[in-house]
């Protein structure tokens, strides 16, 4: 069996344990229609860029496996969680909506530190979340999304010990 949690199983349990606790999800909440809340993307630009803000946009970047034996393997992976918001929309200043956004990623930092397993349903998806790293200050301000659309934004970027499979 190829690896069962793939790129986008993952995706999709970060998104359930991410934004919880957040204003984003305050702003945004869970329906039937929106499992994360309705701005809560999954390797979705476009979607993104006609939908509401703030907007948390998650997608998968380097990911590599190991072969533990013929048939065994293990891996990692890295996933971002890009979180974005509009200044030109609104009142506040860039400064104001940054810090917002610094806040809801210190949430989402720690509860993927408490969920480290990426357990969701009852349903585990990694044996470990061994590293998070944080976007710096710099580069803040994104306009390559989509054209006349400039946000700011900040990015959590979680590194994932994918679970053992076999190829059998």
């Known amino acids: 069996m190829a690896n069962p949690n793939t790129d986008l199983v993952i995706l999709q349990a970060l998104a359930a344990i991410l934004p919880v606790g957040t204003r984003l999800l305050a702003l945004n909440p869970i329906t039937p229609t929106a499992p994360y809340g309705s701005t809560v993307y999954i ?12 907007a ?37 200043t860039i400064k104001a909506i940054r810090d917002a956004i610094a806040a809801d990623l210190e949430i989402m930092k720690s509860n993927v ?23 710096g200050y710099h580069g ?16 959590l970027v979680i590194y994932v010990n994918i679970l053992p499979y076999d190829e059998t």
């Open 43 to 54: 390797q979705d630009d476009f979607s993104m860029a006609q939908g509401a803000f703030p």
């Open 113 to 135: 530190g408490k969920n480290e397993a990426l357990v969701v349903n009852g349903v585990e998806h990694a044996t470990s979340v061994p590293k998070l790293t944080l976007s």
């Open 56 to 92: 948390l946009q998650l997608y998968a970047d380097t990911q590599s496996y190991t072969r533990n034996s013929q048939l065994s393997y293990d891996g990692g992976a890295q996933f971002h969680a890009e979180y974005c918001d509009r200044w030109d929309t609104q009142p506040n």
């Open 140 to 155: 803040m301000l994104d306009s390559s999304i989509a054209p006349g659309l400039t946000v700011v934004k900040r990015e």
